[in-house]
């Protein structure tokens, strides 16, 4: 088998087990786990888009994520309005939001960029804890919102099993990975990159990097909000501490720079190790030491970034492509 | 034609005058050097023309258009190209992909962009080191690599900003060879750099500069035996009396 055939088949075979996997696995824990998996590297992958290809850190995703929340649910609780409508609005409204933050912040370099924009999630967070109603749309402040199961179906996102929501978002995850592929090979990630790395260089190449940086910030936002919608069609209960977190914001870069930013596979990698060792401590050790996953992850991250600084992603590639070369190279 | 003009150019920084009242023209298919002392405002200068400052007073017209207050990114696509005197390689990445980032300038198209990429790469004969990273080349390609990304622009005038220092002598011979290959494609060239030898041998015309004032101008010879020159290099003690 030449080289591309094999890259083929392994991509063929990853795509089988992902989609077979409900098939085997019945118990809903699992699949719960699973969806938040993929939930975390769609998100982190949006994120990359901003925080991998354009060099900035930023740390306020959340509030993106909870536009997207709040707007779906709004939308269907208050008026019946269907959440696939009120994802796509969500994500438009997170989109201009990312735009007006981009703005004044893409400015800054560094620790000021990602000191901004962990404020903009924080003040978004402590805005909608004190509202109780914004004109006609009720918020109900730090009591959340609650969306009642009834009328379940495809048509409001809704299932009474965890498997459509299972493939929901695995047919999201793949199109952000696409997405993501697509955009690195093209003009916009290759200007995404000079930017980010050389602006002056970049500049002077005929690169607008604002301009380029404010592209990605408007994708990138608006696909975040679509996972916010999903999240509360799934976990039909959102509250400010749920889908404005900081802990949200900081655990999508911790799963990137573990995973590997500004790769493609860096986000999924990053979220297959840590969304596991959050999870599963929280269901042992979830009494006696909570927050336990988070010293986790901090250890991994110093250790990743003293030994693997681009990454996990940095070994496991060059392991996947010295497999395949030999593979290729070996008479059949 | 004239390709660049500058007229009364002046670059405050706080209570310095960078540049005080330059004026300069280049001509279609001209070679000029630009020479001063150390901090005398020569890259200031050429940041100003290409639109990295904006400048404190005076105009820069090029192709007759004023571009004061145009950005740098603007003036690419109009032909204007420019290196870095401390060079800025995008490191982590290919020469390829350095190179590609000047010809997507042109095009949307990647094959396209790879394709004038591999020939821009060709011409200054990094073809085979395409696929290094940028990180690991020695400092004689890494001004190379520069000069490679900005001829992927397709520019008609390239500001070449020292791109010879810290080159040996046999790479100084090399490189002013790609210079004069560069003028014989039909690409106006605006050059700063310090050995003497290369400036006087590539140069239709010099402009000398010593505290952001214009000292002397002319060709090569002139410049070199004007009074005004030497003593700003070696300073006054050593006036041709």
Known sequence: MT???????????????????????????YLHILVLLYLYAYLTTSWNLVGGFAGVLPLGHAAFFGIGAYTSTVLYVQYG???????????????????????????MRGAYFALATIAFGEGMRVMVENIDHLGPLNLNGPRGLQIPPLNVGLANLMFINKEPYYYII??????????????????????????????EAAMSLGVNVARCKLMAMAMSSFLTALAGSFYAQFSLFIHPKSVISLDLSFEIAFIALIGGRGSIVGPVLGALLLRPVSDFSRIY??????????????TVLILVMIYLPRGLQQPLTRAYQRILNRLAQSPR | MRILEVRNLVKVFGGLRAVDGLDLTIDEGQILGLIGPNGAGKSTAFNCIAGV?????????FYGEKTNSQKPWDLCS??????????????SKSLLYN???????????????????????????????????AANLTIADRKRLEIARALATEPKLLLLDEVMAGLRPTEVDEMVAIIRALRDRGITVFLIEHIMRAIMALSDRIVVIHYGRKISEGTPKEVASDERVIKAYLGEDYGVS
Do not use: C
């Not at chain 2, 109009?78 to 290196?83: E, I, S």
């Open chain 2, 53 to 61: 400052y904006p400048p404190t007073a005076g105009d820069v017209y």
């Open chain 1, 81 to 107: 309005v269907s959440p696939w409508f009120g994802m796509l609005l969500g994500g438009v409204i997170a989109s201009i939001t990312g735009i007006m933050i981009g703005l004044p912040t893409f400015k």
């Open chain 2, 78 to 91: 109009k032909g204007l190209a420019r290196t870095f005197q401390i060079v800025k390689p995008f490191a």
């Open chain 1, 170 to 199: 695995l047919v999201m995850l793949i199109a952000v990975l696409a997405l993501t592929y697509v955009i690195s090979r093209s003009r916009l990630g290759y200007y995404l990159n000079a930017g980010g790395e050389e602006p």
């Open chain 1, 285 to 298: 050790f979830g009494a006696t030491l909570p927050g336990l996953h988070l010293i986790i992850f901090g």
């Open chain 1, 3 to 29: 080289r591309e055939n094999l890259e083929k088949a392994f991509l063929a075979l990853v795509l089988m087990v992902v989609f077979g996997l409900p098939l085997i696995l019945r118990s809903p824990t």
């Open chain 2, 99 to 133: 190179v590609m980032v000047g010809t997507f300038s042109k095009t949307r198209k990647r094959g396209k962009a790879e394709e004038k990429a591999l020939e821009v790469l060709t011409s200054l004969h990094l073809y085979a080191k395409k696929d290094m990273k």
